[in-house]
């Protein structure tokens, strides 16, 4: 795909995902069905449903050849090297559920298995992020950068999540390794969308973040993001980045994600997507 397609691809993906923005903002603290998946804690709404529905009708229709990948209609499909669109209609639900306004809109596109095109946009906080492969990462038009003086984990900000299991293996992961880094850093957030916390890494909000049990629909797009504004995404245990392995570690650069992925006690293995 060259440079001119890929741009077409951008621009198409930044207009559905205002439209997007605009879905959410209008259902906004109006949920009227909210169903549980597979815990209490995973939640979809309608809109999560209708999101995804308007984004595959408008992407199959704009192009017929790609594949597509949406958390809501498709989880399992499998990842192949045909070019993919690969979709969450609403990263951090439970925060659109809440009306706490770190929710967003992440469209990624792959090509042989690969991202080549990243959008993450959040109608709350007025921020679109962008990227294409090779041609750095975007907010709001400005050039991203990630925080590049942080030197080690005692003057990082870390982000990383709860997720949305309730599973004793995952409690043991979250609260073993919260607890080995959150006191050698700054501090530690949780806000509720991984598709943003790979943003903030981008634009240098926060240092690094880790998740175990993310889907590649919230890290897709987030990942292009942020290794396009300078930062680092790989396995947590160090070697490249696997967007179907279910585990990301985002940082603002090598040091970070080195002595982060070492600090942390448990990598769980989970059921690949
Ligand atoms: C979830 C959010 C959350 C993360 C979970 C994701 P969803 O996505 O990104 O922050 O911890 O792993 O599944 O379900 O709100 O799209
Ligand atoms: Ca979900
Ligand atoms: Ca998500
Ligand atoms: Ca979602």
């Known amino acids: 795909m060259d440079g001119q397609e890929l741009l077409r691809c951008e621009r198409i993906a930044v207009s559905l995902a205002f ?10 603290g109006r949920n009227k069905e909210i169903s549980e998946k597979d815990s209490f804690a995973d939640l979809v709404t309608e809109t999560d449903k209708a999101i995804e529905k308007f984004l595959f009708t408008e992407l199959k229709r704009q192009f017929p050849d790609f594949r597509f990948i949406g958390e809501e209609t498709s989880a399992g499909v499998g990842l192949t090297v045909d070019p993919t669109w690969i979709v969450d209609p609403i990263d ?3 925060n659109f559920v809440h009306t706490f306004p770190f929710t967003c809109v992440s469209i990624g596109l792959t090509v042989n298995k690969v991202p080549v095109v990243g959008v993450v946009y959040s109608p709350f906080l007025s921020k679109l992020y962008t990227a294409r492969k090779g041609w750095g990462a975007y ?20 982000l990383c999540e709860f997720g949305n299991q309730r599973d004793e293996e995952k409690r ?3 609260f ?22 790979l943003c903030c890494v981008a634009d240098g909000s926060a240092d690094a973040y880790w998740e175990f049990g993310l889907h590649v629909w919230d890290m897709a797009a987030g990942s292009l993001i942020l290794t396009e504004a300078g930062g680092v995404v790989m396995d947590t245990k160090g070697g490249p980045l696997d967007i179907m392995s279910r585990r990301v570690l985002g940082a603002c650069n090598r040091n970070i994600a080195d002595e982060l992925g070492r600090a942390l006690p448990i990598h769980l293995e989970l059921e690949r997507d």
């Open 19 to 28: 439209e997007a923005g605009l879905m959410m903002k209008s259902a906004s």
């Open 92 to 94: 951090g639900t439970m």
């Open 139 to 158: 907010c709001n038009g400005q050039p991203l950068s990630v925080h590049k003086s942080c030197k080690s984990l005692n003057e990082a900000l870390l």
């Open 172 to 174: 043991n992961a979250v």
């Open 176 to 197: 073993r390794n919260l607890e080995a880094v959150g006191w050698l850093s700054h501090s530690v957030r949780c806000v509720g969308s991984a598709a943003l916390n």
